[in-house]
């Protein structure tokens, strides 16, 4: 594939590479429930993760909801599957945001990946990592680099051999070692992610978006 063969130029990363075999970037076309989902398994393994997706589904006969049916659900009915309170309003925030001023991939497609990140950032339980993470399993962007993830921070760490006492220091070898590996620098970080064993837990449509 075009971008083994251009992040292989970075011979620590060539090693890590040859461990795994290439990914296939996927695109989503429901943005809303790829996002509530990924509310929902944030700082959860992947097992109660998926029993609390498969709960959510159930709440609406197995099928995606639209967003309407997610705000017309009753409050403690969301709360009732395992949610936090917290979680429930991010879930709803989602939703109200996809009525009110879109969510649609073709809206979306037309941005760049930081007007994407604003957009979505707008929601309030949506941050930037949260949005990186749609960039690359949900809009399938090649070229993002999540500075700010812990796994790909300590994969990074431990490949280049950084001094870890200086965080600001960090990211910024980091973001200057990424520069090579663009416009492929999202199959940097899943190779990293990889390598390291250490996945975020996203959650697509119908199927998990997670990184094997």
Known sequence: MEYIVHLN??????????????????????????????IMSQQLSTKVADVIYQRYLNLYDGKEPTPQMILETPFEKL????????????????????????????????MSNTEVIEYLTQIKGVGQWTAEMLLMFALGREDVFAVGDLGIQNAMIRLYKLDNNDKKKIKEEM????????????????????WKDNAPVVKGVKAKAKIK
Request: glycine share 4%; charged share 30%.
């Open 9 to 38: 130029k970075d011979k620590k990363l060539k090693k890590v590479i040859e461990k795994h075999k290439p990914h296939r970037l996927v695109k989503r076309k429901n943005i809303c429930t790829w996002l509530c989902a990924s």
């Open 79 to 110: 709360r009732g599957i395992g949610m936090s309170n917290a979680k429930v309003s991010y879930v709803q925030n989602v939703a109200r945001f996809e009525i009110e001023s879109g969510l649609e991939p073709k809206k979306l497609n037309n």
């Open 175 to 194: 973001l200057q070692l990424s520069k090579k590996w663009s416009p492929y620098r999202t199959y940097a970080c899943v190779h990293l992610w990889r």
